[in-house]
């Protein structure tokens, strides 16, 4: 009786059959909706297209009824002009610093605030918060405008710096609650723990919180940021008489009344408000990935 004889090949396994890749059944539905939101893209995308199209295009083609979308001939001088002639590099410093100002006291008093307010029961916090809300209902932004302006003056704040502090006014009330519901959905355990390693309520905010606010604190920065570059009332209040304190969105609509050519130099104009567009669009690119997280986590937590 022969032994069956077993050969193995040292070393080697025999590799598992590979399944043949399964491909994924492509709904109507979804194809649809796919289309439905490229259509909406298309047309919310197409007055910034014709903007970016206008601004290189001669003056007489855009006043003409069929000078058509495509520039005859493309003219970008006029974003050269916009920088220079039209004072547009001043304006976007006074943006720049105004705008850098409002997100950094927004971010450091907003997270703060609304951590207090999360992790602490303070007397009189209901009142307080009742006042927050009423202020957002009421609105009195344009009301409350000259008077700010004429306290900012008396302080000598009528620069740069009171203009930030006016819109962080006016912006930082919302940040405020958007940051509390978000520390209210987080665990409290790593705070404990820092508690009774011996830190005190601003190390635990600071070492402990803050890093986790990542999120609402991206979005919050976005809105500020947009809130702030795109504000038109408070730099037009505090630049009247000073014009060297226009913002870049003050400047562009200042140079429509610029009468020194005898019409409105609608290629300048569009010029600057495209670049004034340009800030704000990276500053989403950046931070796009903890704008949804922060907003929904900000808004249904709590």
């Not at 083609?61 to 039209?86: C, F, K, N």
């Not at 009423?134 to 344009?142: A, I, M, N, Y």
């Not at 519901?181 to 790593?190: C, I, K, N, P, S």
């Not at 569009?270 to 997280?293: D, E, S, T, Y």
């Amino acid at each position: 009786m022969s032994t069956p004889v077993i050969t193995e090949t040292a070393g080697r396994t025999a590799a598992p059959p590979v399944a043949a890749p399964r491909r994924r059944r492509v709904r109507p539905l979804t194809v649809l909706v796919h289309a439905i939101l490229v259509v909406a893209a298309l047309i919310m995308l197409s007055p910034l297209v014709f903007g970016l199209f206008a601004s290189v295009s001669p003056l007489d083609q855009i006043l003409s009824r069929d000078g058509g979308i495509l520039p005859r001939v493309w003219e970008w001088g006029t974003y050269l002009h916009a920088w220079t002639t039209a004072n547009f590099s001043r304006y976007f410093v006074n943006s720049l610093i105004v705008t850098a100002l409002v997100v950094l006291l927004d971010t450091l008093v907003s997270s703060m605030t609304g951590y207090v307010l999360a992790r602490r029961r303070l007397r009189g916090q209901r009142l307080v918060e009742g006042l927050y809300v009423g202020t957002l209902f009421v609105g009195l932004t344009t009301a409350t405008l000259y008077p700010q302006y004429v306290i900012a003056e008396a302080l000598g704040l009528d620069n740069l710096l009171g203009i930030a502090l006016v819109q962080l006014a006016g912006i930082m009330l919302v940040h405020i609650f958007l940051i509390k519901a978000f520390v209210q959905g987080l665990g409290t355990e790593m705070e404990d723990a820092a508690r009774v390693d011996g830190c005190g309520l601003f190390g635990t905010y600071w070492r402990i919180a803050f890093p986790m606010m990542r999120p609402i604190l991206a979005t919050t920065v976005i809105l500020g940021f947009q809130a702030s570059w795109n504000n038109y009332q408070v730099p037009l209040v505090f630049s009247l008489a000073e014009p060297d304190l226009r913002t870049l969105v003050v400047g562009v609509s200042a140079l429509q009344y610029d009468a020194a050519e005898g019409m409105t130099p609608y290629n300048t104009v569009l010029a600057g408000a495209n670049m004034a567009l340009v800030p704000i669009v990276v500053i989403f690119i950046v931070l796009q990935r903890h704008f949804v997280r922060g907003w929904t986590d900000g808004s249904v937590k709590g």
